[in-house]
């Protein structure tokens, strides 16, 4: 489905050996410092992704912060490579372990995409409207506000895909999910936004 | 392909995450299915509407100051105030260094990805019986067919002389945008040269990579990007690579 090469293929590493090299045998100080210059690049991105996810601007601070913490704590563990889906897999467990019990945060069985689209509230049935409506455009206030209604699993993959730029693969590696799984799950995601989309523009009264 | 299928896969589309062959079908159930073209269209202007630097939060600057706050601090000594210049003084610095860096990662990922698929790309056209759609030794013939089919002219040279014959063209898919290949033969080996247009890219100069026992010679001239792909040893590819270059010159 994908093209195999993309996927097989290893990451060209060079440009975070350059950044990592010359550190394999620094103490606890070399050790921050190199973390710092990896991690801390995408503090905002990471944030992002909190607030999303987490849809409180306090709990992603937060939860930001026990992410960065945890992940130096485990920083040996970091195989190199792009750093970015690594931080996100750790920030999303933060807000799964911290947060889940709050219902903010809801990840279900993996039936999920089965089982979703019944669960899932319909903002509007008629989809077939003319695609003129996209073309007016909502302030990014809306827009936000959109991607934050939509169910947690599927907010995760746009907030991942669109703001964050993740490839597939990545996507795949911070959700835990096959790859075939988050191209179906971004199909529904993008087709649930479009919806609400549409049904804002009618509401909007232009 | 049907709707359900192309539902989901012009999601990969859109995103660039579709290998040739299934953009190739996609592009055809497009072709005759109205309303799976429409819906492209929608989620094209969706993605439109979505500006990502306006969707992004900014982290409180509290809480940078916090997480390293909570770090071992630098090492006391001689390098002390080289750490401190490079992690205080040099916040916004190390962060432009570092997302330099990255954007050079990206482009060799994407090097890389692209090489894989013109490699795909070049194994499907000898597996599909889909080698060559204009057939001719003539470089007259084969360079005007990709007129109307491509918005650029891709080279043609006649290499006869030089042991390498001319096949034909075709019109194949490379990182889901229409490229030309130019099909060459020496001896008993195939040699797929694609062409995509690199809009005021700088030239490259040539380089040999190997990818799944094929090997590419990769350059970029003329607001071209080539690749040459053939299993022939890199020698001989190099050369066929060096006489083609030469050809256009003359």
Redesign the interface.
């Known amino acids: 489905m994908i093209a195999a090469g993309h996927i097989a293929l290893p990451v060209c590493e060079a440009g975070t050996v350059m950044i990592a090299g010359g550190a394999a045998d620094v103490g606890d100080s070399g050790k921050a410092e190199r973390f710092k210059t990896l991690a801390l690049p995408h503090l905002d991105d990471t944030y992002t992704l909190a607030r999303y996810l987490l849809r409180s601007a306090s709990d992603a601070d937060d939860a930001v912060q026990e992410c960065y913490l945890r992940a130096f704590r485990h920083f040996n563990t970091f195989r190199g490579g792009p750093i970015k889906p690594w931080l996100f897999a750790i920030l999303r467990n933060v807000c799964h372990a911290s947060y889940a019990g709050g219902a903010r945060l809801v990840f279900t069985a993996d039936d999920i995409d089965a089982g979703a689209a019944q669960a899932i509230p319909i903002w509007r049935e008629d989809v077939d409207t003319p695609e003129q409506t996209m073309l007016r455009r909502h302030d990014s206030d809306t827009m936000r506000r959109l991607i934050g209604e939509l169910p947690a699993e599927f907010r995760e993959v746009i907030v991942l895909r669109e703001i964050n730029d993740l490839s597939y693969r990545d996507i795949a590696i911070v959700i835990e999910v096959p790859i075939g799984t988050v191209m179906s799950r971004l199909a529904r995601a993008r087709g649930m936004l479009r919806d609400a989309w549409i049904a804002a523009e009618g509401g909007s009264g232009s | 392909m049907n709707c359900d299928e192309a539902?989901?896969?012009?999601?990969?589309l859109i995103?660039g995450?579709?290998?040739?062959g299934?953009a190739r079908e996609l592009e055809a159930h497009f072709a005759g299915c109205v309303g799976c073209a429409?819906q492209l269209?929608?989620?094209q202007?969706?993605?439109k509407?979505?500006?990502?630097e306006?969707?992004?939060?900014?982290?409180?600057a509290g809480?940078?100051a916090?997480?390293?706050g909570?770090?071992?601090?630098?090492?006391a000594g001689a390098s002390r105030r080289s750490?401190i210049k490079?992690?205080v003084g040099g916040a916004a610095l190390?962060?432009i260094a570092?997302?330099g860096?990255?954007v050079?990662?990206m482009r060799?990922?994407d090097?890389?990805?692209v090489?894989?698929?013109v490699?795909?790309a070049h194994l499907r056209s000898l597996q599909a019986q889909h080698l060559i759609d204009v057939e001719s030794t003539d470089q007259h013939t084969v360079k005007p067919w990709f007129n109307g089919r491509l918005d650029v002219a891709p080279p043609v040279a006649d290499l006869t002389a030089q042991g390498f014959t001319l096949l034909g063209g075709r019109l194949d898919y490379v990182d889901a945008k229409p490229v030309a290949a130019i099909v060459y033969r020496r001896r008993v080996h195939i040699i797929n040269l694609f062409c995509a247009p690199a809009p005021g890219a700088a030239n490259r100069a040539a380089a040999m990579e190997s990818?799944q026992g094929f090997n590419v010679r990769r350059w970029r001239d003329n607001g071209l990007n080539l690749w040459a792909v053939s299993d022939i040893n890199p020698d001989e590819l190099m050369e066929f690579g060096d006489k083609f270059e030469a050809a256009l010159k003359q």
Do not use: C, N, Q, W
């Not at chain 2, 539902?7 to 990969?12: K, N, P, S």
């Not at chain 2, 995450?17 to 040739?20: G, M, P, Q, R, S």
């Not at chain 2, 909570?70 to 090492?75: M, V």
């Open positions: 539902g989901i896969l012009l999601h990969a995103d995450e579709l290998d040739a299934h429409a269209r929608e989620f202007e969706l993605r509407s979505m500006k990502p306006s969707l992004r939060y900014t982290a409180p809480l940078r916090r997480i390293e909570k770090l071992p601090a630098p090492r750490v490079g992690f190390s962060a570092a997302s860096v990255l050079v990662v060799k990922d090097d890389r990805r090489l894989g698929e490699v795909s990818l």
